[in-house]
């Protein structure tokens, strides 16, 4: 089922990652033995929805806070019941990052959806087996395109920050773009004359060619300066990417570069 995940209506519910790499596999996570409801069992990545964010944005701060992966949204989901209640998976592929688990689970591992480990999670086998026919033995043939094919003038090109994923940061209030620019000088002043644009470039996902020198030339900020460091703001790429998809009156820029940014986003 494709849905628009910008527009997905609020409501508490269970959410789960559905996250395929690109050779067919499954992440799975291990939940540790004290947790009062099945502990040891095998799971998706995932959690509960909180009142401020769509179930989507839910879905991706929790698969970045309990793996630290994050993977391209191919617009698909799932509904699931358990006892007690219901829930949204969503799907994504390409994940990029390093494994990371917390500590709500002891082990996190890529399974082959054939072959999947015991116990399961009640209801997680029929959720994989919602997604693996989007993928399966055509996994490989869905890598990424190389860099040639795949960068535009205007998408700015992907800097491997640390990603800041705290739910109740936002990098959109006022304070934010001073904090760059004064992180982009030399001196800390945040003047325009001395700022260094390669650097300042980092915390945007799409920058004008013809205004590369200009601060009304990048938009679609994904970054942040938190205690003198620079970050990817995990809430920023989510806007970013439904501003992308159109929420909020979209954002103008040429649709030739919109695919390059949602690759970008999607990293």
Known sequence: MEVDVTAWPKWPMCLRAVVFNDQGKVLLLKRNAVTSLFPGAWNLPGGGQEDNETAYQGCVLELLEETGISGQPDGRSHAFGFPGGSGVAFGFRHPS????????????????????????????????????????????????????????????????????HDRNHSNEDRGTLWRIRCWCTPDGSGKKKKIDWSKYAMFFAWVDPNKKDRFGGYKLKIGDVIHGKAYIVANGVISAAGLIMGARKGVDIPPEDRAAVKRLLGR
């Open 97 to 164: 990052g390093r494994l990371q688990i917390n500590a709500e689970s002891v082990e996190g591992e890529w399974f082959d959806p054939k072959d999947l480990p015991n116990p399961l999670m009640p209801g997680t086998a029929e959720t994989i087996e919602a997604f693996k026919g989007l993928y399966g033995g055509n996994a490989k043939e869905t890598k990424r395109k190389m860099p040639s094919e795949f960068w535009t003038d205007s998408a700015t090109p992907f800097h491997d920050l640390p990603i800041f």
